[in-house]
């Protein structure tokens, strides 16, 4: 690219920086406060310099939260995903992307409301929604989600939605009441009304970019022989790209006479998935019911049951059609607390299988989808509820443990133990086999010199031995640092590493399918 094209370019981001600045100057009644940054991040693989302007607004009980945050790379083009409001659709999606949060209360209020990025999401025991999270790809992944509760003596109603760019694709809810037959009871409800939501479709032709040979371009999607023309291109030719010129007739120059087919065998690819026609949804429902048998102030202990039922269909390795999904049942649970520790125990089965516990977790809307290969090489779609066909009956147990350190930090540990049947590609049915998660985290909840703030996770669900830390797509890996640099600046280290089979081949290779999101950054409060 020409130095003229950059020397452009430079002009406009500094005319956006000083905006930024500019605006940031205000001051309203509501006692506004700024927060800028400035640093570089990891965002689908390539590093962005960024200029950000994050203005918190309290007044009363509400606080409302902007990210507005401009990437350029080294040649100072502007990433244009987040300001583009070329149609009605990619504008709701900018606006909407440039709140962080708006919020009512906090969560023990018996009235709270929070709009945007949703760190943990439960509902009632966590049978089917436990720590749910929609910004663990933020910012590669930006959305903007809801949670409302509202509490009293008698009652209690929880809501959840994942993300308001995808018009509401995943909702919860939760209504428990205290004095139904004298006893405490919940029931919930979740849906994904599209499990494909959740993929990037750059040109929004219904077509998302995995399986789509021409993400930027709406009018093509397929391009069989890889030669970089699509198969509806009139400059194409040969869509096969077996030598053979597919049709005689007016594109090939010279030629003047009538339309001679000289392929009568071209070989294309399957036409890829259209999510805009083409839905998958997943629904499951849950009943709890929980009675406290000790409650004090330090001191308190309760015991519980769930039991849920997924609607959806899986597919059984066996017959080899779509089945009903499964049954999840914790005929017992307990809960603890002993001064500043919290320990929860159950006892878990799923009689026929097809089931998963927590199923909406913190990695949801990384295992949502998976990949697979056809005999054609042609990457397939497949959602998380088609995989649970593997899974016969299922029995376990679960343990968590949380300790708060006097006001210095908090740690979180949680295992997950079940035994039963799986199916076994290798041996082509179902084997007795251990299926476990292990869940840790550590964050630090008081300054400690100049380290404002740290925090550490780990997770990794559904293999046969966790600690043998083999990555596969339910692994997660994570650290926060915020380490003070004096006047009031706090240079800021984040970062998280997941993983995709991309190439569907049922392991993880290397740097390829490993996403790491890292962002450095200097904020500071003006």
């Not at 509760?149 to 809501?159: D, F, I, L, M, R």
């Amino acid at each position: 690219k020409s130095n003229l094209g950059v020397n452009m370019r430079k002009p406009r981001i500094i005319f956006l920086m000083m905006a930024f600045v500019f605006f940031g100057q205000f001051k309203v009644n509501a006692q506004l406060k700024n927060q800028g940054a400035i640093g570089s991040v990891t965002i689908d693989g390539k590093v962005w310099n960024q200029v950000a302007m994050r203005p918190v607004v309290p007044f009363g009980k509400w606080a409302v939260s902007l990210d507005l945050v401009i990437y350029f790379d080294a040649e100072g083009n502007v990433r244009t995903e987040g300001w583009d409001f070329s149609s009605p659709t990619a504008s709701k999606n900018s606006i909407i992307d440039k709140i962080y949060f708006v919020r009512y209360g906090v969560p023990s209020d018996p009235f709270y409301v929070k709009l945007g990025a949703l760190d943990r999401v439960d509902l009632g025991y966590g049978i089917l929604v436990n720590g749910y999270s929609n910004s663990i790809l933020y910012p590669q992944d930006r959305k903007v989600g809801l949670n409302v509760k509202t509490t009293s003596s008698s009652y209690g109603v929880q809501a959840f939605s994942n993300d308001l760019k995808e018009n509401l694709g995943i909702i919860g809810a939760r209504v428990s009441s205290r004095k139904f037959l004298g006893l405490p009871i919940g029931l919930s409800f979740v849906t994904d009304r599209n499990q494909y939501l959740g993929l990037k479709d750059s040109d929004r032709d219904g077509r998302p970019n995995i399986v789509d040979d021409f993400p930027d371009n709406s009018q093509w999607w397929l391009d069989s022989d890889g030669d970089g023309l699509s198969d509806s291109d009139p400059n194409e030719w040969d869509i096969d790209g077996d030598g053979i010129t597919d049709t005689l007739d007016s594109r090939i120059p010279g030629y003047t006479g009538e339309m001679i087919a000289l392929d009568n065998n071209i070989v294309r690819k399957d036409e890829p998935i259209n999510i805009s026609k083409d839905s998958d949804g997943i629904m499951a429902v849950a009943i709890d019911l929980g009675f406290p048998i000790v409650r004090n102030d330090n001191f308190s202990v309760t015991v519980y049951s769930q039991a849920a039922k997924m609607i959806g269909k899986t597919f059984s390795p066996i017959s080899e059609q779509e089945e009903d999904l499964g049954v999840g049942i914790i005929p017992i649970g307990i809960t603890s607390r002993f001064g500043p520790l919290r320990f929860i125990f159950e006892y878990r089965s799923s009689p026929d299988g097809k089931f998963e516990f927590s199923y909406w977790n913190r990695l949801y809307e990384i295992e949502r989808i998976s990949f697979l290969r056809n005999n054609s090489n042609q990457i397939l779609l497949r959602t998380k509820e088609s995989r649970l066909g593997k899974y016969g009956e299922q029995n376990g147990y679960f343990s968590s443990a949380s300790l708060i350190v006097g006001n210095l930090l908090t740690a979180n540990m949680s295992y997950n133990n079940m035994t039963g049947s799986q199916w076994s590609i290798n041996e082509n049915k179902f084997i007795d086999k251990r299926n476990q998660t292990f869940l840790s985290s550590v964050k630090l909840t008081k300054s400690i010199s100049r380290l404002q703030r740290a925090s550490i996770f780990y997770q990794q669900r559904n293999v046969p031995n966790p600690f043998k830390f083999e990555y596969t797509e339910s692994t997660i890996i994570g650290y926060n640092l915020g380490i003070s640099m004096g006047q009031g600046l706090v240079l800021n280290y984040i970062f998280r590493r997941s993983f995709r089979d991309y190439n569907a081949n049922g392991r993880i290779d290397g740097k390829a399918e490993t996403i790491d999101i890292t962002s450095i950054e200097t904020s500071f409060t003006f």
